[in-house]
């Protein structure tokens, strides 16, 4: 016997927005949390506005200030470094595919304290050091660097804090 599968996503359209609702729907998204233009930009286009009407409602959002890259890139920067313990290349990665500006990015990457930045390396490489059980020293170096460069940590820094941890 044989079931019906539900279709996911394809379940029904999202309700498109006049202009006007538009405006105030996606004032409200961003008042909510800090968004860059390129989620702005999705969210309108999911909901039917499209070409100039959405640059101008951006550009409005934007001179209204709820709309700002270079905030969002250091909330961002910061959120990601403190809470989920990424690398800088992994932050970087990540605000490039967000399409943010080289000099927003810039200015948003010295939320990050270079002291801090060691100490959350040195933590986390300790936490993957102990959490991997591996016999040979050779293959638990190589693991626990590869999490490391995985997390976006650079691997210079890696090498240097696995031999730190190594060394005792």
């Known amino acids: 016997m044989s079931y019906l599968r539900k279709e996911y996503g394809m379940d029904r359209p999202k309700k498109l927005w006049s202009l ?3 405006k105030v729907r996606i004032a409200a998204f961003c ?3 800090e968004r860059c233009q390129e989620e702005v930009r999705s969210k309108l286009a999911e909901r039917g506005v499209y070409g100039d009407e959405a ?4 550009a409005t959002l934007i001179a209204d200030g709820f709309l ?3 905030r969002f890139a250091a909330s961002f920067v910061r959120g990601k470094f403190k809470l989920k313990k990424w690398g800088k290349n992994k932050i970087l990665q990540e605000l ?8 927003c990015i810039k200015s948003g990457m010295k939320e990050i304290d270079p ?5 959350i390396l040195l933590q986390q490489a300790n ?3 102990k959490l991997t059980n591996e016999a040979e020293s ?5 693991k626990v660097q590869q999490y490391l460069i995985g997390r976006g940590f650079e691997a210079d820094l890696v090498q240097t804090a696995i031999e730190d941890i190594i060394s005792g």
């Open 96 to 103: 490039k595919m967000r399409k943010i500006s080289p000099n």
């Open 115 to 119: 002291e801090e930045y060691w100490e």
């Open 127 to 129: 936490k993957k050091w």
């Open 31 to 33: 008042a909510y949390q």
């Open 68 to 70: 700002n890259e270079e």
């Open 138 to 142: 050779l293959k638990k170096k190589y």
């Open 55 to 58: 640059e101008d409602l951006i």
């Open 20 to 22: 006007q609702e538009a």
